[in-house]
């Protein structure tokens, strides 16, 4: 591998802080390898702050080796507001995951986060049409989850944030495009899920708080992760010892690889 990597290899990237737990540079240079790019481009990770991080997105467009970049937690939201131009599921979510540099040094953004999550839970036999689904989270990864969610049709949504108004607000924008769909932002005592997802980055570590409390766990049916590391998190630990069908994040980026290397020019 290391000999592969020369002065022409195109510099693909996953942008995160932290981002020692991301798979997807072992996943996409993997693919890569297998599909004999490996060398042409490769993956590194790059562990930037929210602080620094309208700095790093300027001088990307400096460096002419960069092929793009996946974005991760926490700068999703932000990345729409700094790239040159978005792509219509970007612009509908507000929020980017993955960029590209082009030629002339102009970075576009998408949002893969939504279809993947939903082509995760189709290769693992489930399906949200008819589903009543909570979303616990209004950041990038859940907003783009919720639309995809309304999309291919859920047909209630119940979105819980820390932050009410934020909830609301993503309710108010998905219902907009998607009047279809039953949405709220309140949950009752009496509420029961056929799905519950976390949309948040509460699991990442070891002393975070549930996402999801254990009484209304008990009320759902199948508990649906998008934290990767680790991959049985807190929340699906206590989901499996309550006897409730688990889903872990692994698949929704797993679904993502070939799209997020395709969007970044890698094909």
Same mark, same amino acid.
């Given at each position: 591998?290391?000999?592969?990597?020369?002065?022409?290899?195109?510099?693909?990237?996953?942008?995160?802080?932290?981002?020692?737990?991301?798979?997807?540079?072992?996943?996409?240079?993997?693919?890569?390898?297998?599909?004999?790019?490996?060398?042409?481009?490769?993956?590194?990770?790059?562990?930037?702050?929210?602080?620094?991080?309208?700095?790093?997105?300027?001088?990307?467009?400096?460096?002419?080796?960069?092929?793009?970049?996946?974005?991760?937690?926490?700068?999703?939201?932000?990345?729409?507001?700094?790239? $040159?131009?978005?792509?219509?599921? #970007?612009? %509908?979510? +507000? @929020?980017?995951?993955? !960029?590209?540099?082009? /030629?002339?040094?102009?970075?576009?953004?998408?949002?893969? $986060?939504?279809?993947?999550?939903? #082509?995760? %839970?189709? +290769? @693992?036999?489930?399906? !949200?049409?008819?589903? /009543?689904?909570?979303?616990?989270?209004?950041?990038?990864?859940?907003?783009?989850?919720?639309? #995809?969610?309304?999309?291919?049709?859920?047909?209630?949504?119940?979105?819980?944030?820390?932050?009410?108004?934020?909830?609301?607000?993503?309710?108010?924008?998905?219902?907009?495009?998607?009047?279809?769909?039953?949405?709220?932002?309140?949950?009752?005592?009496?509420?029961?899920?056929?799905?519950?997802?976390?949309?948040?980055?509460?699991?990442?570590?070891?002393?975070?708080?549930?996402?999801?409390?254990?009484?209304?766990?008990?009320?759902?049916?199948?508990?649906?992760?998008?934290?990767?590391?680790?991959?049985?998190?807190?929340?699906?630990?206590?989901?499996?010892?309550?006897?409730?069908?688990?889903?872990?994040?692994?698949?929704?980026?797993?679904?993502?690889?070939?799209?997020?290397?395709?969007?970044?020019?890698?094909?």
């Amino acid at each position: 591998m290391l000999a592969s990597i020369t002065g022409n290899t195109k510099i693909l990237g996953v942008i995160a802080d932290p981002v020692s737990q991301a798979r997807t540079p072992v996943m996409a240079n993997t693919l890569l390898d297998e599909r004999g790019l490996l060398g042409a481009f490769a993956m590194l990770p790059m562990q930037v702050s929210a602080e620094g991080f309208p700095a790093f997105i300027a001088g990307l467009r400096a460096m002419k080796n960069f092929g793009g970049a996946v974005v991760s937690m926490p700068h999703k939201i932000f990345t729409a507001s700094l790239v $040159d131009e978005l792509t219509p599921e #970007a612009r %509908l979510v +507000g @929020a980017v995951n993955v !960029v590209r540099r082009n /030629r002339d040094g102009r970075l576009i953004g998408t949002m893969l $986060d939504g279809e993947g999550f939903i #082509a995760g %839970l189709a +290769g @693992a036999g489930y399906s !949200v049409k008819g589903a /009543r689904v909570l979303l616990v989270g209004a950041g990038g990864a859940a907003s783009a989850i919720a639309f #995809a969610l309304a999309k291919n049709g859920c047909a209630s949504l119940s979105i819980q944030n820390r932050a009410p108004e934020r909830a609301r607000g993503l309710l108010e924008r998905v219902t907009h495009v998607y009047p279809q769909v039953e949405g709220t932002t309140e949950i009752h005592a009496t509420s029961h899920y056929d799905i519950a997802i976390n949309g948040t980055s509460l699991g990442m570590k070891p002393n975070d708080d549930l996402p999801i409390s254990k009484s209304l766990i008990a009320r759902c049916d199948l508990i649906a992760e998008c934290v990767i590391a680790p991959e049985m998190t807190p929340l699906l630990q206590e989901a499996s010892d309550q006897g409730k069908v688990v889903h872990t994040g692994v698949p929704m980026l797993a679904a993502q690889m070939n799209l997020m290397l395709a969007f970044m020019g890698a094909e």
